[in-house]
């Protein structure tokens, strides 16, 4: 219940609270606090989403009949404000496809660079620790979770940022910054300077994560074609981690443990040539950039994208923009849920970099280096979703072509890859930790890893699809509190994890991670069940929704009135 002493003025921040007997209790006090931030977050929220949408609809207005030109209308102070033509061919939508695959291409390039940066020292750890004289190994674990810190604060600033500014210029700046970062690794005097570099190179590659989903959104108005898309990009987060652990584990007992980064620092570089002709995608950016060519041209000329008329002031910026993240964490339950399922699946995933070890060197006694090669069955298991993915599309696609009532539903577009996803990393945690005996051969174990690899992309693959449906134009934000959370359990989680595996054993240790995926894995269950009311009752869903459905309804008017203008002269060039 809202609190009487909070009036809320429109949509703006106008919160006035007026003092009544009630709030001199000291109880009185803290509700009405509590509910006067509530108010607040949601004020921000409904502001936020209420402009946002209003610049989507003029970016993709479509004018009525007494409008001269369809790619502009005039505003009330007699600004010319430009939009999208139909089928206009600098509409990221409307990019040729052979262009879009570059795009898709560069993007997982770039998270390749990410990922495998965050578990590139796994392998050389303790060469480092060595080298450098450090003997506490509750230190062994610092070198990845200072890098996963930094994909704590990144996504939180460069996901909503990029929805500000635009994909191009913060995509290629961080992944210059990364490189940078990853040289100072390579030539780093000790350790904590060591520690300091990976934070720091984490934050710069948290970019990626947190960016590329709204460029695949950016560019790919079909939901179909996007989760495709979405599926070959998670895919390749998997393999850079998964490569890591090899080229560390070869270099450290080789050449040396700093060729480990001179070698991700040299696949940057070619990843370099890529990244640094990725398009900008993001439409308001795009508008602003044809209005301003415009204004150049006309000096005297008042064109304006509606990006332009937006205010770009710096509490704007703190306000509404970097928080959203945060907003959508605590008010969205989709997003809520997805966090904390994707967090502790994504915890266990590093976890394993030190569970692997314990396992494979302690127990069968491999090299670093063979023991890298252990992670391969994962990449086997994540490649295998794909086609498990693509067959459910195709079962999905045909069942709308039939007309079927529960293929137009939301929640059974990708939902359920995570309902098969959930239980397949559940019985590969099990099957890790009851087989790995001395007695049983290390395959045994080893082969856990297809499933595992399985279930991960599975569940990732679903949840991170239904969220960029759910929230198309803040898919950047809702992946960047999705991946910001992630990252905060991977930083911790890790932490316990040579303590538990001392403590419980390796079947005690992996069963107890089990038994909370199993306790996890009934939320797209859950999704399916109660999806489509979840999402009625959420503010950026509901407007989000409601503004494109006026929109296509209005699209389909303007070319049923474009067609029919056309038809005579159309007739008698025929004739």
């Not at 502790?344 to 394993?352: G, W």
């Not at 930083?491 to 240790?509: D, E, H, K, N, Q």
């Amino acid at each position: 219940m809202t609190d009487p002493s909070v009036r809320q003025i429109g949509f703006g921040l106008n919160l006035h609270r007026e003092p009544t007997g009630a709030s001199r209790n000291s109880r009185s006090k803290h509700d009405g606090g509590l509910n006067y931030l509530a108010e607040l977050v949601q004020s921000i929220s409904n502001q936020d989403a209420e402009e946002r949408y209003r610049m989507e609809e003029a970016d993709n207005r479509i004018p009525t009949d007494d409008t001269p030109d369809s790619s502009q209308f005039q505003d009330n102070g007699g600004k010319t404000i430009i939009s999208w033509e139909i089928d206009d061919k600098e509409n990221p939508y409307n990019w040729p496809r052979w262009r879009k695959t570059l795009i898709v291409i560069t993007s997982m390039m770039t998270v390749i660079n990410s990922t495998m940066g965050s578990a590139l020292p796994s392998m050389a750890i303790p060469y480092m620790m060595k080298e450098w004289g450090v003997t506490a190994q509750e230190q062994l674990v610092l070198p990845i979770s200072t890098y996963l810190m930094g994909y704590v604060f990144g996504p939180i600033i460069w996901g909503p940022l990029s929805e500000h500014i635009g994909r191009q210029m913060l995509s290629t700046g961080c992944f210059i910054m990364f490189m940078i970062w990853t040289l100072a690794c390579a030539l780093a005097p000790n350790w904590p300077a060591m520690l300091v570099f990976r934070f720091f190179v984490g934050t710069c590659a948290s970019a990626p994560i947190a960016v590329v989903t709204g460029i695949l959104a950016d560019i790919f108005n079909d939901s179909v074609t996007r989760g495709r898309a979405m599926a070959y990009f998670m895919v390749t987060t998997v393999f850079g981690p998964l490569l890591a652990p090899i080229i560390s584990g070869f270099c450290s007992t080789s050449i040396g443990w700093r060729w480990t980064f001179w070698i991700g620092l040299i696949f940057a570089g070619l990843t370099l040539v890529l990244a640094i002709f990725l398009p900008e995608t993001y439409a308001p950016v795009l508008l602003s950039r044809r209005a301003a060519k415009i204004r150049k041209a006309d000096p005297k000329a008042q064109v304006y994208a509606a990006a332009d008329l937006e205010p770009h002031d710096m509490t704007q910026l703190v306000t509404r923009v970097l928080t959203r993240p945060i907003r959508m964490i605590l008010t969205e339950l989709i997003v809520t849920a997805t966090c904390l399922y994707l967090s502790l699946v994504y915890a266990i995933f590093y976890m394993s970099f030190q569970a692997f070890p314990i396992i494979f060197q302690n127990v069968y006694g491999l090299s670093p280096g063979v023991t890298g090669l252990c992670y391969l069955p994962i990449g086997v298991g994540a490649i295998l979703s794909l086609p498990i993915f693509f067959t459910y599309d195709h079962v999905l696609l045909r069942a709308q072509a039939r007309g079927e009532p529960w293929s137009k539903k939301e929640e059974y577009r990708r939902v359920p890859l995570a309902t098969l996803g959930g239980p397949l990393f559940v019985i590969s945690l099990f099957w890790l930790g009851w087989s790995a005996r001395s007695n049983v051969s290390f395959v045994v174990p080893m082969l856990a890893g297809i499933p595992f690899g399985g279930g991960f992309m599975l569940i990732f693959m679903a949840l991170l699809n239904y969220i960029t449906d759910a929230y198309e134009i803040f898919a950047a934000s809702a992946n960047a509190a999705a991946s910001s959370c992630r990252s905060v359990f991977a930083v911790v989680l890790p932490l316990a994890t040579t303590p538990m595996f001392r403590r419980l054993g390796i079947s005690g240790a992996c069963s107890l991670l089990g038994g909370l995926s199993l306790i996890m894995c009934v939320i797209p269950f859950i999704f399916i069940w109660k999806g489509e009311e979840i999402r009625a009752r959420s503010k950026f869903c509901t407007a989000l929704k409601q503004r494109k459905l006026e929109m296509e309804q209005e699209q389909e008017r303007q070319r049923a009135r474009a067609a029919a203008s056309r038809g005579p002269m159309h007739d008698k060039e025929t004739v």
